[in-house]
């Protein structure tokens, strides 16, 4: 599956979903918690939060991830590793989200482009896809 296509339906899961878990580590411990902002800018798949936030900090220490989304019947988890957007026009498509608008700056937002490494797709009934 090609990068657009794999973009594209990990966005349309999400959206149906609403929001999606992020995880990950601190001091060799799992840190999990909701977010609900994912976009694709110049075919990346961007996350943001403010970078005051512990994630932020975890993430740029250690950049592997994992993600889960699911509905009462199915679920994708991602893994791979979360960068951080330096990109002038990037962060500026990012601060133009009305969960951003106001709250952050350029200086306080935390914006990662994800390298996506394994994309599954799974369902109660047994389903399984490895889309990447």
């Known amino acids: ?12 899961f999400i959206k149906e979903t609403g929001m999606f878990f992020y995880a990950t580590t601190e001091e060799g411990m799992p840190r999990v ?3 609900g902002y994912i976009e694709e800018i110049k075919d990346e798949l961007i996350i943001a939060i403010s970078n ?4 932020a900090k975890q993430t740029l220490a250690k950049p592997d991830f994992e993600i889960c989304a699911s509905t ?3 679920w994708l ?8 957007v ?18 952050l ?10 390298e ?14 490895c889309l990447k």
């Open 105 to 114: 700056t350029e200086e306080t937002v935390g914006a990662f482009y994800l």
């Open 1 to 12: 599956m090609g990068k657009e296509n794999l973009n594209k339906k990990i966005l349309d």
């Open 77 to 84: 988890r991602i893994k791979g590793r979360a960068y951080p």
């Open 116 to 129: 996506l490494e394994k994309v599954e797709y799974f369902t109660l009934f047994g389903e399984y896809s």
């Open 33 to 35: 918690r909701p977010l």
């Open 86 to 103: 330096s990109d002038k026009e990037i962060l500026s498509k990012v601060l133009e989200c009305p969960i951003f608008k106001g709250r």
């Open 72 to 74: 009462p019947e199915k």
């Open 52 to 55: 005051t936030k512990d994630m």
